[in-house]
């Protein structure tokens, strides 16, 4: 029995975050270098590992973002190995390296605490998306995990002459040196119901990446369940 | 206007282009690497039957120079100039390689691409990237072939072997050699010629013992830059095995200019044949001081480890060292300045390569979900989403409403109707759709909640979609509802929509789905049917039957299609049943 399964064990540690699959990643936890986790990701834990809900730093931080129902974040920290997974969603592993990014708030599965972070609501938008559109800007030396609806696509905003728009469901992330504001297509005709369904899109310009996932469902599951 | 190819795309040069003095330009560049660029000019049996059209560093012409090495230009890292008219009869195909030279795989290839220009303008190109190959060491990039006419086929097909495996493939002789383990083994063949010579032709092997350590690795050093030429001398340091003297000095600087005549001549029909024959006297050269060999082995691991970057990088880190220890026992006393999260440095050590485990960035670990180059008017992402471009035909699509996920450009997304009597229709069958149309100039990429696209180009023909598993189609498209009549469906009929015309129509399926010829037993649930095929002409002949499946205790509902038609007729069903 174990032969069929043994595909499936945890290959040997490469890289502080790695992917188990497509949807699952695994963290080498060690202590002294913890990992903010969306609260509810974990899977399955091997070693020492301790969560912390409602981390302080978090609250310094996303104080905004926090809800009745506490922040979205907790702190992992220990040692051994850490696999989260949302709901069966993708997961892209990166290891920023000094470099930026911005991620849509329920795309973010897991960071390193060393990034250094904030959270700011999307200007222009956050009355129209219903659950009030968050971005977690991340930069710095360490990993960050995110998850993405199907198969992620980069587009690179500098390549077309006009500025990218893209609608706010599909957004998984985007470099933050990109320029974002919001765009309306409401006319007359979509007020009686004849709208085209795409009533708005976050518009980019400047040099830099967008990531979109294949998918408009971009509720947050993770939080649904809480 | 370049077409872009995809690996396995085919098409006639003539299609491409009125010209036939062509140049194919190669870019494919890896940190570290460099390539050989060469093409192979093979008779009808695909044999480099004459080796005067081998064309490469060391040959830059065929005989009556139809085909010419241009060298590097143009932001190609090779170039050939290829005159179609003026190749003999007895060639049939042109086949563009690229090998690494050295240690390497085509994994590490940065995004390159093949490229035809004719008349001072692109009109093809075949681009790839390192995602496309594994641990291969040559591939084939593109083909030229005559079938009738000259037709261009962009192949995009790796070698393991490298050189040795390119060369087996088109040198008909070398098939018997008996099996020699591809790459590793051969290439040490060659590099023995390279030190072994000393010996055979200077010293007796006693004397060579002594100097051996420390020669073999000054003559190993150099040469590992120079793999593939060594390939092609292997063969040769055959013949020439008595006069030896000559290969090793030859050997080491890679293209050696003096050497084409050495080089050039019965090297590839000839190469591997005598390999064999070759074998034997080899280890004496090589084997002999068997001792050395450590030595010359160890630098040429990484030559032939196929796992070249990172082998050194990260085997010392990643290895048993680092995570298992870090990870149980002894973090306080291995790791103590790690708290601060900004301390990189010891951050960085300990647990080197967890840490560097890439060469990081965004760029980097996003590569492979970069967007796919621009190609034809629909372009497949990947799996999940699909882009349009609009461009200047004006030719708008109709697309799901919502189904947007991002453009580029300016492009008007309006409401589209069904009209009065599409509506009533619409109503009365069920097969509506919420659509939208995108017009303008720009490139549309649409997707929707994770579903399979499938892209079915239609040039005539028809098929039948169920309304609900459309996402998008040109505008040009005809599109219609037919009704299915049969017992046992509920409501009395079925219906779908039969699109017909020339265009595309994006089909979307949940999770994979199965396409399955139509032969006289094939049945579908009537639930699960995303599409199915419906040449004009075979409208009726590719009729469904109804059948209920009349089980005890089912409730009956389930219908089952049964399908007919002329040979070439599919059906799609997804594994879902909505």
């Known amino acids: 029995m174990n032969q069929q399964l043994a595909g499936f064990a945890p290959t040997p540690v490469a890289a502080r975050m790695e992917n188990h699959g497509r949807s699952m990643v695994k963290i080498a936890m060690q202590s002294g270098q913890d990992i903010f986790a969306r609260t509810g990701s974990m899977v399955a834990y091997e070693g020492f590992v301790q969560y912390e809900p409602n981390p302080p730093a978090v609250r310094q931080i996303a104080g905004q973002w926090i809800t009745g129902e506490g922040t979205p974040l907790m702190k992992a920290s220990g040692d051994g190995m850490l696999y989260l997974a949302d709901y069966g969603a993708d997961v892209v592993v990166i290891n920023l390296n000094g470099e930026g990014l911005s991620v849509n708030g329920t795309n973010l599965l897991a960071f390193d605490t060393s990034l250094q972070w904030g959270v700011e609501r999307v200007k222009g938008l956050a009355k129209f998306a219903g659950q009030g559109l968050w971005n977690v800007k991340l930069g710095g030396q360490g990993w960050v995990a995110l998850t993405s609806r199907g198969a992620p696509i980069v587009v690179d905003c500098g390549s077309g002459e006009d500025e990218t728009y893209v609608d706010p469901d599909a957004l998984v992330a985007w470099s933050p040196n990109l320029k974002v504001k919001g765009k309306r297509s409401f006319k007359a005709s979509s007020m009686i119901g004849r709208g085209s369904g795409e009533a708005y899109q976050m518009a980019f310009s400047g040099q830099g990446i967008v990531v979109v996932q294949p998918s408009e469902d971009s509720t947050d599951r993770l939080r649904i369940r809480g | 206007m370049a077409r872009e190819f995809q690996r396995g795309h085919k098409a006639k040069i003539s299609d491409l282009t009125s010209g036939t003095d062509l140049y194919v330009g190669v870019q494919i560049n890896a940190p570290g690497l460099t390539f050989d660029i060469s093409c192979f000019g093979l008779d009808a049996n695909e044999q480099l039957s004459d080796d005067r059209y081998f064309v490469f560093f060391n040959q830059p012409k065929s005989p009556e120079e139809s085909i010419q090495l241009l060298g590097s230009q143009a932001g190609d890292t090779e170039s050939f100039r290829v005159t179609l008219d003026g190749i003999p009869p007895q060639i049939q195909k042109l086949s563009f390689t690229a090998t690494i030279d050295g240690a390497g795989q085509m994994s590490q290839v940065a995004p390159g691409y093949l490229r035809i220009v004719a008349g001072g303008e692109e009109v093809a190109r075949y681009a790839f990237d390192g995602s496309e190959f594994s641990t291969e060491r040559a591939v084939m990039l593109g083909d030229f072939y005559l079938k009738d006419v000259w037709r261009f086929a962009a192949v995009g097909q790796g070698f393991d072997g490298g050189l040795e495996a390119l060369l087996r493939n088109f040198g008909g002789e070398v098939a018997e050699e008996e099996q020699q383990p591809a790459a590793a083994p051969q290439p040490q063949g060659g590099a023995a010629p390279g030190f072994a010579p000393p010996p055979g032709g200077a010293a007796p092997a006693p004397s060579f013992g002594a100097p051996a350590p420390a020669e073999p690795a000054p003559a190993q050093a150099p040469q590992p830059a120079a793999p593939a030429p060594q390939a092609r001398q292997a063969p040769q340091a055959p013949q020439p095995a008595q006069g030896f003297a000559p290969p090793p000095g030859g050997a080491t600087p890679p293209p050696g200019p003096a050497q084409p005549d050495v080089h050039a001549q019965p090297t590839i029909a000839a190469p591997l044949a005598p390999a064999p024959g070759q074998t034997p006297p080899m280890p004496p050269g090589?084997?002999?001081?068997?001792?050395?060999?450590?030595?010359?082995?160890?630098?040429?691991?990484?030559?032939?480890?196929?796992?070249?970057?990172?082998?050194?990088?990260?085997?010392?880190?990643?290895?048993?060292?680092?995570?298992?220890?870090?990870?149980?026992?002894?973090?306080?006393?291995?790791?103590?300045?790690?708290?601060?999260?900004?301390?990189?440095?010891?951050?960085?050590?300990?647990?080197?390569?967890?840490?560097?485990?890439?060469?990081?960035?965004?760029?980097?670990?996003?590569?492979?979900?970069?967007?796919?180059?621009?190609?034809?008017?629909?372009?497949?992402?990947?799996?999940?989403?699909?882009?349009?471009?609009?461009?200047?035909?004006?030719?708008?699509?109709?697309?799901?409403?919502?189904?947007?996920?991002?453009?580029?450009?300016?492009?008007?997304?309006?409401?589209?109707?069904?009209?009065?009597?599409?509506?009533?229709?619409?109503?009365?069958?069920?097969?509506?759709?919420?659509?939208?149309?995108?017009?303008?100039?720009?490139?549309?990429?649409?997707?929707?909640?994770?579903?399979?696209?499938?892209?079915?180009?239609?040039?005539?023909?028809?098929?039948?979609?169920?309304?609900?598993?459309?996402?998008?189609?040109?505008?040009?498209?005809?599109?219609?509802?037919?009704?299915?009549?049969?017992?046992?469906?509920?409501?009395?009929?079925?219906?779908?929509?039969?699109?017909?015309?020339?265009?595309?129509?994006?089909?979307?399926?949940?999770?994979?789905?199965?396409?399955?010829?139509?032969?006289?037993?094939?049945?579908?649930?009537?639930?699960?049917?995303?599409?199915?095929?419906?040449?004009?002409?075979?409208?009726?002949?590719?009729?469904?039957?109804?059948?209920?499946?009349?089980?005890?205790?089912?409730?009956?509902?389930?219908?089952?299609?049964?399908?007919?038609?002329?040979?070439?007729?599919?059906?799609?069903?997804?594994?879902?049943?909505?």
């Open chain 2, 286 to 578: 090589y084997g002999q001081p068997g001792q050395p060999a450590p030595a010359p082995q160890a630098p040429q691991q990484p030559q032939f480890g196929q796992a070249p970057g990172q082998a050194p990088g990260q085997a010392p880190g990643q290895a048993p060292g680092q995570m298992p220890p870090g990870y149980g026992q002894q973090p306080p006393a291995g790791f103590p300045g790690q708290q601060a999260p900004g301390a990189p440095s010891p951050y960085g050590q300990p647990q080197g390569v967890p840490q560097g485990g890439g060469p990081g960035g965004v760029a980097v670990a996003l590569q492979k979900y970069r967007e796919a180059p621009t190609g034809q008017r629909w372009t497949q992402q990947n799996e999940q989403m699909i882009r349009v471009d609009l461009g200047a035909d004006g030719q708008p699509i109709l697309a799901r409403q919502g189904s947007m996920v991002l453009y580029q450009g300016k492009v008007d997304f309006s409401y589209k109707g069904a009209g009065f009597a599409g509506r009533i229709v619409g109503n009365a069958t069920g097969q509506e759709m919420q659509l939208m149309r995108c017009s303008g100039r720009g490139q549309v990429f649409l997707a929707e909640n994770e579903a399979h696209l499938h892209p079915i180009e239609l040039q005539g023909d028809a098929i039948c979609v169920s309304a609900e598993n459309v996402l998008a189609y040109d505008e040009s498209l005809q599109h219609e509802v037919r009704r299915i009549e049969g017992h046992g469906i509920p409501g009395g009929a079925l219906f779908t929509m039969q699109f017909q015309g020339t265009g595309t129509v994006i089909v979307k399926t949940k999770g994979t789905p199965v396409v399955l010829p139509v032969t006289p037993t094939t049945f579908a649930d009537a639930n699960s049917i995303v599409a199915w095929s419906a040449a004009s002409q075979v409208i009726i002949s590719s009729q469904v039957r109804l059948r209920r499946q009349a089980f005890p205790g089912h409730s009956g509902e389930t219908v089952n299609l049964q399908f007919r038609g002329a040979p070439g007729n599919f059906i799609v069903v997804q594994p879902y049943e909505i």
